[in-house]
T-cell receptor
Framework: EAQVTQNPRYLITVTGKKLTVTCSQN?????MSWYRQDPGLGLRQIYY???????DKGDVPEGYKVSRKEKRNFPLILESPSPNQTSLYFC??????????????FGPGTRLTVL | GQNIDQPTEMTATEGAIVQINCTYQ??????LFWYQQHAGEAPTFLSY????GLEEKGRFSSFLSRSKGYSYLLLKELQMKDSASYLC????????????FGTGTRLTVIP
């Protein structure tokens, strides 16, 4: 089954404790992205990657790191989490199809709480 | 910068038609997307417009006017399961994957 998986789905942690949220897709997509979703602010892109070893900042990259060493994986790293990073995080993958259409396939989301 | 506006909430009756508007101001434009998101779930793709005009897909249609920075999503024959948030997103010219989302419109369908 074609899918994007994220782990963990729920995480409660404390300020300053490094964490990684994994994201994996089995559709051989070139493009992958991370978003955070907050009430009243909508989905905001954190980082995106256009292929292996190619990443770029989205709208809100501060406090986050990413890597793309393999096509299928795109982990999100919070080196020193802070309470303002409490949010719902989505990973997405896509490929550029005909006419420029690149449908984003979203993972199930990771709800992160930083105390 | 990017600015994408959509109404926060809308209510419509089962069986009716509803139009959800989206206006945008972006530094570049390279396509507009509509996504549906049920509460507690991930967004799912509904439609894509890159040229002016109407794209129809079953009960759902999406319209784009690039000169006006305007799009709408039209939902016909509303069903209770259409109660969800509808997200408008614009891809700017910078990259293949640089999407900016509006805050979403929460649609409630009532009997």
């Amino acid at each position: 089954e074609a899918q994007v998986t994220q782990n963990p789905r729920y995480l409660i942690t404390v300020t300053g404790k490094k964490l990684t949220v994994t994201c994996s897709q089995n559709m051989n997509h070139e493009y992958m992205s991370w978003y955070r979703q907050d009430p009243g602010l909508g989905l905001r892109q954190i980082y995106y990657s256009m292929n292996v070893e190619v990443t770029d900042k989205g709208d809100v990259p501060e406090g986050y790191k990413v890597s793309r060493k393999e096509k299928r994986n795109f982990p999100l790293i919070l080196e020193s989490p802070s309470p303002n990073q409490t949010s719902l995080y989505f990973c997405a993958s896509s490929f550029r199809g005909a006419g420029g259409l690149d449908t984003q396939y979203f993972g199930p989301g990771t709800r992160l709480t930083v105390l | 910068g990017q600015n994408i506006d959509q109404p926060t909430e809308m209510t419509a009756t089962e069986g009716a038609i509803v139009q959800i508007n989206c206006t945008y101001q972006t530094s570049g434009f390279n396509g507009l997307f509509w996504y549906q998101q049920h509460a507690g779930e991930a967004p799912t793709f509904l439609s894509y417009n890159v040229l002016d005009g109407l794209e129809e897909k079953g009960r759902f249609s999406s319209f784009l006017s690039r000169s006006k920075g305007y799009s709408y999503l039209l939902l016909k024959e509303l069903q209770m399961k259409d109660s969800a948030s509808y997200l408008c997103a614009v891809r700017d010219r910078r990259g293949a994957n640089n999407l900016f989302f509006g805050t979403g419109t929460r649609l409630t369908v009532i009997p």
